[in-house]
């Protein structure tokens, strides 16, 4: 897990999301560790939000369809990969803005491991909140084969260190 700069994963591990002066466009964060996805995870997923479809649930119906197994509900790869962003992107967020969208872009089946990565689109100090920016990012995710199955851009407003310390926050 490196970075485009050259920060390595060792040194990141007690960090815990970013301030706004440690993203640089371009850099490329690989995000650690991936997730396999259960047959549990799926069907409680399906349950919890309510999406009764039976591709999601019912193998037999699923063995019909042209992938021949139950697909994993998109809500859950989505929300997976978004989480596996966290330490790297957004654990220092105020709040995640949003999505300019979301490609689905290849099936996730139970026992998929995902894997993903992000890269730093643009960063921009904020119009409306000094101190603090946004960050938006293109995040890519994969299975195990490397095959790709998800993407999204996203933006989350992040504050900038110097405005911590000023606070009587600790800078880090």
Same mark, same amino acid.
């Given at each position: ?8 994963? /060792? ?23 991936? /997730? ?18 039976? +591709? ?12 021949? /197994? ?8 989505? !929300? ?14 105020? !709040? ?7 490609? +689905? ?21 904020? /119009? ?18 490397? !095959? ?17 310390? !000023? ?6």
């Amino acid at each position: 897990m490196v970075s485009k700069r050259g920060t390595s994963t /060792r040194r990141l591990a007690a960090r815990y999301g970013r301030y706004l002066e440690e993203f640089a466009v371009g850099d490329i964060y690989e995000h650690f560790p991936g /997730r396999t996805i259960t047959e549990a995870d799926n069907i409680q997923m399906s349950l919890l939000t309510m999406n009764q479809h039976p +591709l999601h649930c019912d193998a037999a119906y699923a063995e019909q369809t042209e992938f021949g /197994r139950p697909l994993v509900n998109s809500g859950l790869s989505l !929300a997976v990969v978004l989480g596996m962003t966290v330490a790297d992107v957004s654990g220092k967020a105020i !709040a995640n803005l949003g999505w300019q969208e979301i490609n +689905l872009t290849g099936p996730v089946f139970c026992g998929d491991t995902l894997r993903a990565e992000s890269e730093v689109l643009e960063i921009r100090p904020s /119009r409306s909140r000094p101190g603090q920016g946004i960050v938006t990012v293109h995040t890519r995710a994969f299975n195990q084969n490397g !095959a790709p199955v998800l993407d999204f851009i996203r933006s989350c407003l992040v504050p900038q260190n110097n405005t911590v310390a !000023a606070q009587g926050g600790a800078a880090r």
